[in-house]
Nanobody, 123 residues
Framework: QVQLVESGGGLVQAGGSLRLSCAAS????????MGWFRQAPGKEREFVAA????????YYADSVKGRFTISRDNAKNTVYLQMNSLKPEDTAVYYC????????????????WGQGTQVTVSS
């Protein structure tokens, strides 16, 4: 059972930056495709970004492209989400997730999920 623990959320003004981290308990972390999702109150969970095993491929939602960057450090079993130029509409609980299957990384069909970290962007 892989455990994922997010950190780095908080309150920031519009235009500011935050970096989220997600630490995995699994020693074979490099076997997993990692993704970030978010869920705002009253809305469905939505895809934000994903990264393949060694980081050779990354994927982004159109709403965050050019502002957010996903990266990973397999030696530290950690995936990151650098969020710049934050907007109030980025306010949500952010979840990291892991999967072994490389197919449609945009959907929520991931094997493991973290507990989430709150990001609030004030206007």
């Amino acid at each position: 059972q892989v455990q994922l623990v997010e950190s780095g959320g908080g309150l920031v003004q519009a235009g500011g930056s935050l970096r989220l981290s997600c630490a995995a308990s699994e020693r074979t972390f490099s076997n997993y495709i990692m993704g970030w999702f978010r869920q705002a109150p009253g809305k469905e969970r939505e895809f934000v970004a994903a990264i393949t095993w060694s980081g050779q491929n990354t994927y982004y939602a159109d709403s965050v492209k050019g502002r957010f960057t996903i990266s990973r450090d397999n030696a530290k079993n950690t995936v990151y989400l650098q969020m710049n130029s934050l907007k109030p509409e980025d306010t949500a609980v952010y979840y990291c997730a892991g999967r072994t299957k490389y197919a449609n990384v945009y959907n929520t069909d991931y094997d493991y999920w973290g507990q989430g970290t709150q990001v609030t962007v004030s206007s």
